[in-house]
């Protein structure tokens, strides 16, 4: 990444009023930036300039994707002694780029797995006790509404808990 990723990093902040302006250094990679510094002794930026002449992006790609492979087949319990081994081919990456969006990621790790189903309650139920008696009413007078069927709940027992959490519930 510090070869081949290129970043913005910020040259200076200004505040103006609410308003903040930031202005940026051109994108350069980190080892770009190394060779660029006046603090970096020359050997050291011989050694870096030679080892960005032996990576090859294609090959680093492809040795990651043979490892991302290997341990996914190790975490689904397959036994593998040796790493696969292909050889980075231009020709053959700019070929897959056409289709890749086909074969999906290759590292199941940026999808998020569907929540387990929650079967517990977060609070008490207000209307456990009364709700055998509403379903009694809603079957012989199926045309009522919900607030007719709460204000027959209320004039019938005003002093219920459940008509007290609902009220609180209604005010806020």
């Known amino acids: 990444m510090n070869f081949f990723q290129p970043s913005f990093k910020l040259a200076e902040k200004e505040r103006i009023g609410a308003r903040v302006r930031k202005r940026y250094h051109p ?12 603090s970096i002794p020359e050997p050291m930026k011989e050694r870096l300039r030679a080892v960005m002449l032996t990576l090859d992006p294609l090959r680093l790609l492809d040795e990651i994707r043979a490892v ?9 319990g397959e036994v593998v002694h040796a790493l696969p081994t292909r050889d980075a ?31 517990w309650r977060t609070r008490e139920d207000p209307f456990e006790t009364t709700w055998p008696r509403i379903i009694t009413w809603l079957k012989s007078e199926p045309d009522r509404t919900a607030k007719e069927l709460l204000q027959r709940l209320q004039a019938d027992d ?12 209604k005010d806020g």
Do not use: Y
């Open 27 to 38: 994108p350069e990679t980190p080892c770009a930036r190394l060779l660029a510094s006046q």
């Open 68 to 76: 991302q492979h290997h341990i996914a087949g190790l975490a689904t």
């Open 89 to 119: 081919d231009l020709d053959r990456f700019l070929h897959s780029l056409a289709t890749a969006w086909t074969c999906g990621e290759v590292r199941p790790t940026h999808r998020h797995g569907p929540k387990p189903a929650r079967h």
């Open 158 to 169: 005003p002093n219920a808990p459940a008509m007290h959490s609902f009220e609180r519930c």
